[in-house]
């Protein structure tokens, strides 16, 4: 465990920072949501504080939102029978996460959890799932059988039911963290496993260099980078990677991955590789790379781009590097073996 948080604290190192180091930074790292959790400010004189609360905002969001921490108010949620009455904040984040789903055709419904928990990806043994335990979990995947009470704070399932939010935990974590950030008025990133938050402006360059991970190779590897700025100095962006190399396991000369598809409960079987999703919130940025990846190279893909405002590379099986307009002119190629194209055009040739 030790040498692959240093093999991600290092990841994110040389992917999200230029190499000129003017401006004094401080640097802290941790873990918490199952992941490596390494920020980094710049010029503050009170990036210790900062850091610590930025730590401390992420390890909340975690006892708020895991499956696996018996302390926290999802966990209790989901070992109720048919349902309990919740903290608010997580009242109201399951009705974002709801929405999401709603919005993006589908494909990710929350209360995927029971089947999820059968493949154990969490775990240190994760497994394929028995068939007829399979089969009884996907009873319970219905968004639709999910009440939630907006005057008792209470969120109302079908018995067995369990929600995963999985697909959002970081980007909230991040979103959560950015609170803290913009108190302190400086420069910042931060990384929560496969989202990372730009807070302002690198002081030194004149944009972030955000690494995105060749597939092909180990977890230092790129086969492009992102150059990445935003207009004024107290907005964010967030970067969201979701990829079937991450959380794996072999069986039978398979490999399995765990994006599931929610109607089959199987890992998501398509011709791509990793979405990476640029955009200006935590939660939309981590949902996104996971709905964009189940939906692949398809008419819904750039209708959510287009609804959302948002940016994306999808990394194809073939070897091609597919980019939205507006990375474009942001993106560059450090795999000589793979191919840039036209996300918009890719898709409209599919017709």
Same mark, same amino acid.
């Given at each position: 465990?030790?040498?692959?948080?240093?093999?991600?604290?290092?990841?994110?190192?040389?992917?999200?920072?230029?190499?000129?180091?003017?401006?004094?930074?401080?640097?802290?790292?941790?873990?918490?949501?199952?992941?490596?959790?390494?920020?980094?400010?710049?010029?503050?004189?009170?990036?210790?504080?900062?850091?610590?609360?930025?730590? &401390?905002?992420?390890?909340?969001?975690?006892?708020?939102?895991?499956?696996?921490?018996?302390?926290?108010?999802?966990?209790?949620?989901?070992?109720?029978?048919?349902?309990?009455?919740?903290?608010?904040?997580?009242?109201?984040?399951?009705?974002?996460?709801?929405?999401?789903?709603?919005?993006?055709?589908?494909?990710?419904?929350?209360?995927?959890?029971?089947?999820?928990?059968?493949?154990?990806?969490?775990?240190?043994?994760?497994?394929?799932?028995?068939?007829?335990?399979?089969?009884?979990?996907?009873?319970?995947?219905?968004?639709?059988?999910?009440?939630?009470? &907006?005057?008792?704070?209470?969120?109302?399932?079908?018995?067995?039911?369990?929600?995963?939010?999985?697909?959002?935990?970081?980007?909230?974590?991040?979103?959560?963290?950015?609170?803290?950030?913009?108190?302190?008025?400086?420069?910042?990133?931060?990384?929560?496993?496969?989202?990372?938050?730009?807070?302002?402006?690198?002081?030194?360059?004149?944009?972030?260099?955000?690494?995105?991970?060749?597939?092909?190779?180990?977890?230092?590897?790129?086969?492009?980078?992102?150059?990445?700025?935003?207009?004024?100095?107290?907005?964010?962006?967030?970067?969201?990677?979701?990829?079937?190399?991450?959380?794996?396991?072999?069986?039978?000369?398979?490999?399995?991955?765990?994006?599931?598809?929610?109607?089959?409960?199987?890992?998501?079987?398509?011709?791509?590789?990793?979405?990476?999703?640029?955009?200006?919130?935590?939660?939309?940025?981590?949902?996104?790379?996971?709905?964009?990846?189940?939906?692949?190279?398809? &008419?819904?893909?750039?209708?959510?781009?287009?609804?959302?405002?948002?940016?994306?590379?999808?990394?194809?099986?073939?070897?091609?590097?597919?980019?939205?307009?507006?990375?474009?002119?942001?993106?560059?190629?450090?795999?000589?073996?793979?191919?840039?194209?036209?996300?918009?055009?890719?898709?409209?040739?599919?017709?």
């Amino acid at each position: 465990m030790k040498k692959a948080c240093i093999l991600i604290v290092l990841t994110i190192l040389l992917s999200c920072c230029a190499c000129t180091q003017q401006t004094p930074v401080y640097e802290k790292s941790g873990f918490a949501m199952g992941s490596v959790v390494n920020v980094r400010i710049y010029g503050s004189e009170n990036a210790s504080m900062t850091a610590m609360n930025v730590m &401390e905002s992420i390890n909340e969001t975690d006892t708020l939102l895991s499956a696996n921490l018996e302390n926290a108010e999802l966990y209790k949620l989901n070992e109720s029978a048919t349902g309990i009455a919740v903290d608010k904040k997580l009242f109201q984040l399951l009705g974002d996460c709801l929405s999401v789903c709603n919005t993006t055709g589908r494909v990710l419904d929350i209360t995927i959890g029971a089947v999820s928990e059968l493949w154990g990806f969490d775990t240190d043994s994760p497994a394929l799932p028995d068939e007829k335990a399979l089969q009884q979990a996907l009873q319970t995947v219905d968004m639709d059988k999910l009440l939630l009470d &907006e005057e008792k704070l209470t969120v109302a399932k079908q018995e067995g039911q369990k929600i995963d939010l999985g697909a959002f935990g970081k980007g909230i974590a991040c979103s959560a963290a950015l609170r803290e950030l913009r108190g302190e008025f400086a420069p910042a990133i931060l990384s929560v496993g496969g989202t990372i938050l730009l807070y302002g402006n690198h002081p030194d360059e004149d944009h972030w260099t955000v690494g995105i991970r060749n597939p092909d190779g180990t977890a230092n590897d790129y086969c492009a980078t992102l150059a990445l700025s935003v207009e004024n100095s107290d907005d964010a962006l967030f970067v969201s990677t979701s990829g079937n190399y991450e959380k794996t396991f072999e069986k039978d000369a398979k490999t399995y991955h765990h994006i599931l598809d929610a109607k089959t409960g199987m890992p998501v079987e398509n011709d791509i590789v990793s979405v990476t999703v640029v955009t200006d919130g935590g939660l939309i940025s981590d949902a996104l790379s996971t709905v964009l990846f189940i939906h692949g190279l398809s &008419e819904e893909t750039l209708t959510i781009l287009e609804n959302y405002k948002t940016e994306a590379v999808f990394i194809c099986k073939d070897g091609s590097v597919l980019v939205s307009d507006g990375l474009a002119d942001r993106i560059t190629l450090t795999d000589k073996n793979r191919t840039l194209g036209d996300l918009e055009d890719t898709i409209g040739a599919a017709k």
